[in-house]
């Protein structure tokens, strides 16, 4: 009998797998797609290191090969400023990886699998039932149908939204529309032109809100996207790839350093990511990593947040199948919630303004910087970083206050 059923194998998926069979649960994992597969999301923080420690994947992760990454720059014009993940304020590992997902992804899933998980690929979740005392999920295999009766269901479906769109949790985003462009290079950039151990952020030299990634990868490639309201992108038209190159040359400096990139992917496009749902939990049931919320790429605190909630949701689903009493609320939905919205005011203050002027001011103080600098690594959980939780927000909006009063 399966005790808990798993919607997709995606980093919130496999994590949350793995750290349930572990302690000897039945856990089944169905993933819509074939592995490996690619997915967007290739920079990770420095907390995903602890994360996966804990769930004893990090041994795994570390064999790839992946690019090592200890920080983040950001480029604007003449502007250079950069986050060094060992300076943070917060204790854990000052490191982590730009990883190519579509391996990163499979190896999180083999992992899950050696610890016991069951992954079955190309099964769909396309209904569920929670009106009983156990939900009742509808899986397609082909022109096949099985009908599974969990003691829990954990959407880890991504972007795919299983959970929210059947049960109708699916709400608005606060924040506005905006596009993605984004492709895979050969990027034949000269040795000593790009730190490849940082993700570069470069922002528009008139427009704060259109800004670019860069991040290297251990063999030579690298991601590279542009997001920008839709307006903007508007201006310009062709083929996605001719759109992504228009946009690129409106930054000089990344223009300069892609001269002889060229493209091994077509390019992708992702309209409105922005995500919000109702309630991260029901009857059965719980929301994690994406499924439940998407924020922004700017802070690359995707993979985090969806590995942050496959560890809550499992510790608290152990203890529940323990006999102990639980609430979803306090346990899980409010202490995940905490980082999220540390991670929405940098989101709320890069679009803004703020932490812009943050992030390219000299700091004279090292210990704000170091704090700043545990949030772009990922600490977005630690309470005594006075730049994280409820109070980040009006935090950061005074310290930009202070910064342009400096200036
Ligand atoms: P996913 O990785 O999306 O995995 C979900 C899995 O569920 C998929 O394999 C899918 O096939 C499967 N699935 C979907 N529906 C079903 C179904 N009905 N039945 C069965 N299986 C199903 N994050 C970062 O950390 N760093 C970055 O640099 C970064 N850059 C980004 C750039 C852009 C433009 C965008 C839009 C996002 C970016 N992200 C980044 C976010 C990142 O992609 C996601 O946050 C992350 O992949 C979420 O992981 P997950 O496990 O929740 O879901």
Redo the contacts with the bound molecule.
């Keep these: 009998m399966v005790d808990v059923l798993i919607?997709?194998?995606?980093?919130?998926?496999s994590m949350a797998a793995a750290l349930l069979a572990s302690r000897g649960y039945e856990v089944l994992v169905?993933?819509?797609?074939q592995f490996p597969?690619f997915?967007?999301?290739?920079?990770?923080?420095a907390s995903t290191a602890e994360l996966l420690s804990d769930a004893g994947m990090l041994d795994a992760v570390m064999a790839c090969g992946f690019q090592y990454k200890n920080g983040a720059a950001f480029v604007r014009d003449d502007l250079y400023s950069e986050f060094n993940f060992a300076d943070k304020f917060s204790a854990g590992y000052p490191f982590t990886f730009q990883v190519q997902?579509a391996r990163f992804?499979q190896v999180l899933a083999n992992e899950a699998a050696r610890m016991g998980a069951t992954i079955r690929h190309e099964?769909?979740?396309?209904a569920i039932d929670i009106s009983g005392e156990r939900p009742v999920v509808t899986a397609k295999a082909g022109d096949e149908i099985t009908i599974h009766r969990p003691r829990f269901v954990l959407d880890?479906?991504?972007?795919?939204r299983?959970l929210p769109r059947l049960l109708d949790l699916e709400r608005p985003s606060d924040f506005p529309v905006r596009a993605?462009l984004?492709v895979q290079v050969k990027d034949n950039i000269v040795s000593g032109e790009l730190d490849r151990q940082k993700?570069r952020v470069g922002v528009h030299p008139t427009k704060g809100d259109v800004w670019s990634?860069l991040?290297p990868f251990s063999d030579g490639h690298a991601s590279l996207?542009v997001?920008a309201s839709q307006e903007h992108h508007a201006k310009f038209t062709g083929s996605n790839e001719e759109r992504l190159w228009q946009l690129i040359a409106e930054e000089p400096s990344l223009r300069k350093l892609l001269k002889d990139a060229h493209t091994v992917r077509p390019v992708g496009e992702?309209v409105g990511?922005a995500a919000k749902v109702s309630r991260l939990h029901g009857t059965g049931f719980a929301l994690?990593?994406?499924?439940a919320e998407?924020l922004d790429?700017v802070f690359?605190?995707?993979?985090?947040?969806?590995l942050k909630s496959a560890k809550l949701a499992a510790d608290l689903l152990d203890q529940q199948f323990r006999g102990e009493t639980t609430d979803w609320e306090t346990q899980f939905a409010e202490p995940l919630m905490y980082g999220v919205e540390t991670f929405r005011s940098f989101v709320d203050g890069w679009y803004n303004g703020d932490l812009q002027d943050v992030i390219f001011f000299e700091q004279k103080d090292p210990v704000i910087r170091r704090m700043i600098c545990s949030v772009l690594a990922g600490y977005a959980w630690d309470a005594k970083n006075p730049y994280t939780g409820p109070q980040s927000a009006r935090r950061l909006r005074a310290l930009a206050g202070t910064v342009r009063a400096v200036r």
Excluded at 39 to 45: A, K, M, Q, T
């Design positions: 919607i997709g194998a995606g980093p919130a998926g169905l993933e819509k797609q597969r997915s967007i999301g290739e920079s990770l923080l997902r992804d099964v769909e979740i396309t880890a479906s991504g972007f795919g299983t993605a984004f993700i990634w991040i996207g997001v992702i990511y994690l990593g994406n499924a998407f790429p690359s605190s995707g993979v985090t947040i969806a």
